[in-house]
């Protein structure tokens, strides 16, 4: 998998708008949104014209994520999203490349709630995956207090180790924090973790979603570089 781009941003209210990331024509665009923090619970969540959602509005005592997937054709400008409820609000957008576009999504979300300051692991796991196949994960806190802010400390691991990519912040109550693991072996994906921190005290909130994208089916086509290998084309991303 290559990520192509990534974007943010975080906003106050009923709606949020986030930047088309960088794309060509067939990658995967992946729309995260998260709304809480300062005492919020379920809402609904208006999913964004042409995408599919894949992980179910969920929530704790602090927010409700949200996570949307397309194949890139021609994108406008932004994405934007209608919360039910007045809150802070983060959103992440993410292109992908090489990944297959037509395989049904696998999502598992994991719940979690603290009270006071510390940290706390999100066990998330259930998923298998093929030989090579890439896993991608929102990560999102929100808290009753203003500050410090929550953040996401810790990457997840595998037991390798997730790279976060993006961090959407609202500087007051909450974060969400995209992830990515490529070429993870074939079979049953046992529970991960990440730790994320609570700086003040009061109710926390955890949520997270993990997917998995499966690699390119059928013979993909390259100007220059190509190799072929029992059958099978080798992708490389550019």
Do not use: H
């Not at 990520?3 to 990331?21: A, D, L």
């Not at 959103?91 to 999504?105: E, I």
């Not at 259930?126 to 990457?155: C, E, K, Q, V, W």
């Not at 049953?188 to 973790?193: K, R, T």
Request: charged share 5%; proline share 5%.
């Amino acid at each position: 998998m290559a990520i192509r781009n990534s974007t943010q941003s975080v906003s106050s209210g009923t709606t949020i708008s986030v930047n088309t990331p960088t794309y060509v024509a067939g990658d995967i665009i992946v729309l995260a949104f998260y709304t809480g923090g300062n005492g919020s619970a379920l809402t609904t969540v208006s999913t964004p014209s042409g995408f599919t959602q894949y992980s179910l509005p969920s929530a704790v005592s602090c927010g409700t994520l949200a996570c949307f997937w397309k194949v890139a054709a021609s994108e406008p400008g932004s994405y934007s999203t209608t919360f039910g409820a007045s809150n802070v609000n983060a959103a992440v957008a993410v292109s992908l490349s090489g990944r297959n576009s037509t395989q049904t999504l696998t999502a598992q979300t994991a719940y979690a709630a603290s009270l006071g300051a510390g940290a706390i692991s999100v066990p998330v796991g259930g998923l298998t995956a093929a030989a090579g196949d890439d896993l991608i994960g929102f990560y999102a806190m929100g808290t009753n207090s203003p500050t410090p802010t929550p953040s996401l400390t810790t990457a997840p691991s595998l037991p390798s180790t997730f790279t976060i990519y993006q961090q959407a912040n609202s500087g007051t109550y909450n974060d969400l924090s995209f992830c990515a693991l490529s070429g993870v072996s074939a079979g049953s994906i046992a529970n991960f973790n990440a730790t994320m921190t609570n700086g003040a005290a009061g109710a926390a909130a955890y949520i997270a979603s993990v997917v998995n994208f499966a690699q390119v089916a059928g013979p993909t086509y390259y100007p220059q570089s190509r190799r072929r290998r029992s059958n099978v084309t080798v992708f490389f991303p550019r």
